[in-house]
Each structure stands twice: as structure tokens, then as C-alpha cells.
């Protein structure tokens, strides 16, 4: 899956990946929201590390009454607790991408449009799609790019990978995954900085309307948020001012996510 995921998605815009092209290393997990996005990702035996554990906690309430343990009933719910507790914050955590981000006030550049071939590094989150298959995404390292229509390409890499040394990552996500935002979607950009790892990076939210799956039972496509993240600051300015070329308003600074 590795292979054919970058190149169909590249059909009718073959040139995305024609190029050599060295990506940044995987964004290490060094936060809780990083560890509950590999957790809800990354499998063992068919199934989910989260699945597993919420399994785990519902079976030590179910035990801890059947066997009679000390404490009984209490320390039963107390396990049902924990187990909601953490299918609640998983859920709430999936709402912002698993990610921390936070607007901040700064001169803007002057609008410059980037050359076709010129491909900027980042760190993407949000909800990137390839073969008509959707999916979110936390800190994937991939690149920004501006075809010559002005049509921006985010494009981000899945790697084979291990967590706990036990999961592993699911075989069809692994690959290359794609969003397609054209200037006339976008209903703002937010500059900011973002948590990568243990570290706060120069960053840009990017609120836009995607073009609907061919599936989609929406009409009117819902509005999105791709969270960018530069290890770079000139590769921030310079993607900050290739955006503001079709600009229709002045980027939004009151967006925050932490």
C-alpha cells in the first residue's frame, strides 16, 4: 500500500510526486495527545491499543465483582471510571486533531507567490484523503506546494511504525495522503505555533471548504481546519506569503486550540 497510495492520489496532478524528495523525521510522541492519537491508530492483533485497554479496564470492574475482590462495587466502578473517562477524552481530543495550537499577533509579509517547484517542509495535521478514502491525521511530516493554477497541495507521509513495541501502524494508511486547497475555499488563515514533540513550532491554521468525497452525503462541504507546522521560520513567512497572493481577507489571529 505504501507505494500505489502517493501515486493514484497524484492522477491528473502527476507532477505532486515526480520529484526526489527528503521528508522530515516522524514528530516524536512526547505529549499525552500525541500518545492517545497512536494509541487510537496503531494495532495489535486486529484490533486498536485503545480498544485493547478500554477491554482491559472493562474486564477488571467485570472481575473485581465476580471474584469478589477487596473493595467491591466501588473500586468496580471506579475501573468503569477510568474506562469512560478515557473513551471521553479520547474523543474530545480526536475534535482538535490531537494537537495544541495557539494564535499569535505578528507582521505579516508581503504576498510572494512560490515557484511551482518549490516544496516546503512541514509537519500537517488534519484530514488529508487519497482513492476517495479520508482520514485525520496528527504531525505527519510531508510538504507544501503551489501548482502553477495557484491550487495549494499539503502532502503528508505515513511510515511503517512500531508503538510500544507491540502495535503496529495499519497497512492501508501507510503511504502518501493528500489535501487539495484551491484560494477560493479558504475562510481563513491563523498564524500561530503549534506543539511538535516538546516543542512550540512557528505554525499556520488553515480553515478552508474541501471539494466533498465523490461518497459524501453532504452537499455544502463543512468547514476544516489543516494545522502546518514548520521547523523552518522561513519556510512559515514564505508559505504565509504565498497564501496572502489570493488572500480575499487578512489572515485571522483569534483562533486558539490548546
Not at 471474584?67 to 481530543?93: C, D, K, N, Y
Not at 494545522?227 to 512559515?236: E, I, R, S, T
Request: hydrophobic residues 45%; positive net charge.
Amino acid at each position: 500500500m505504501s507505494s500505489h497510495n502517493g501515486a493514484s492520489a497524484a492522477s491528473g496532478r502527476a507532477h505532486v510526486t515526480q520529484r526526489t524528495t527528503t521528508f522530515l523525521p516522524d514528530a516524536p510522541l512526547a505529549t499525552w495527545q500525541g500518545w492517545l492519537y497512536a494509541l487510537t491508530r496503531a494495532q495489535w492483533l486486529g484490533m486498536t491499543l485503545m480498544h485493547w485497554l478500554l477491554l482491559l479496564l472493562i474486564a477488571l470492574a467485570s472481575g473485581w465483582l465476580l471474584l469478589e475482590l477487596p473493595g467491591g462495587w466501588p473500586i468496580s466502578l471506579g475501573w468503569l471510571t477510568v474506562a469512560g473517562a478515557l473513551w471521553g477524552l479520547a474523543r474530545q481530543t480526536q475534535r482538535q486533531h490531537y494537537t495544541r495550537f495557539r494564535a499569535i499577533t505578528m507582521s505579516f509579509p508581503a504576498p510572494a507567490g512560490l515557484s511551482p517547484a518549490d516544496k516546503r517542509p512541514l509537519y500537517v495535521t488534519g484530514a488529508l484523503s487519497v482513492e476517495a478514502k479520508a482520514r485525520t491525521f496528527h504531525t505527519l511530516p510531508g510538504f507544501y506546494r503551489t501548482f502553477a493554477t495557484r491550487e495549494h497541495v499539503l502532502i503528508g507521509r505515513v511510515q511503517p511504525r512500531r508503538i510500544a513495541a507491540l502495535a503496529t501502524w495499519p497497512e492501508d494508511e501507510i503511504g502518501l495522503w493528500y489535501a487539495f486547497v484551491a484560494p477560493a475555499q479558504i475562510d481563513a488563515i491563523t498564524p500561530g505555533q503549534q506543539q511538535v514533540g516538546l516543542h512550540w513550532l512557528p505554525a499556520l491554521a488553515i480553515t478552508y471548504r474541501p471539494t466533498p468525497l465523490p461518497d459524501a452525503k453532504r452537499r455544502v462541504p463543512a468547514a476544516t481546519t489543516l494545522y502546518l507546522a514548520f521547523p523552518d521560520p522561513d519556510d512559515h513567512n514564505a508559505v504565509l506569503a504565498d497564501l496572502l497572493v489570493d488572500a480575499r481577507s487578512a489572515p485571522a489571529s483569534e483562533q486558539h486550540h490548546d
